[in-house]
């Protein structure tokens, strides 16, 4: 406190030092209090991070073994594609091979008509009746 100059007196330079250090003390306490209640919370957040780590690596063994499952399937697959498409191309070949066999055979077809014709119309010049009984 101060005197009647108004300078300040050793009782009153230390009763501010008293009062701020007590003010100082029970900042400090709160904080102290804050940081544990922030450590309790970092502590509860590690452990959550590390089940979800363990949650994420479970997961992303699954899906591994998932993707490698599908991957023998795709191979299953290709092989069936693969022989089916032998499949398609031999029955192609047959297919072209009969289409070859039916022109060969319509061509046989074209031809014995011809002669047959050239043969008709041979009688018919000679006059004859294409060989029929009772003609008179």
């Known amino acids: 406190m101060a005197n009647r100059d108004?300078?300040?007196?050793?009782?009153?330079?230390?009763?501010?030092?008293?009062?701020h250090m007590d003010a100082s003390a029970a900042e400090f306490t709160e904080m102290r209090a804050q940081f544990a209640e922030m450590r309790a919370q970092l502590g509860a957040l590690?452990?959550?991070f590390a089940e979800m780590r363990v949650?994420?690596?479970t997961q992303f063994a699954q899906?591994?073994?998932?993707?490698d499952d599908l991957r023998g399937e795709i191979g299953v697959v290709a092989g069936l594609v693969r022989d089916l498409a032998q499949i398609v191309a031999r029955h192609d070949d047959e297919i072209n091979e009969h289409?070859?066999?039916?022109?060969e055979s319509n061509a046989r077809i074209e031809e014995m008509t011809r002669d047959i014709r050239?043969?008709?119309d041979a009688i018919e010049r000679?006059?004859?009746?294409?060989?029929?009984?009772?003609?008179g």
Not at 6 to 19: M, Q, Y
Not at 63 to 67: A, E, M, P, S
Not at 126 to 135: A, W
């Open 6 to 19: 108004g300078e300040l007196t050793l009782e009153g330079l230390a009763r501010i030092l008293r009062d």
């Open 46 to 48: 590690r452990d959550q």
């Open 55 to 57: 949650q994420f690596a």
């Open 63 to 67: 899906v591994g073994t998932r993707i």
């Open 99 to 103: 289409r070859r066999q039916i022109r």
């Open 118 to 120: 050239r043969i008709l």
């Open 126 to 135: 000679r006059g004859g009746n294409g060989g029929g009984l009772g003609s």
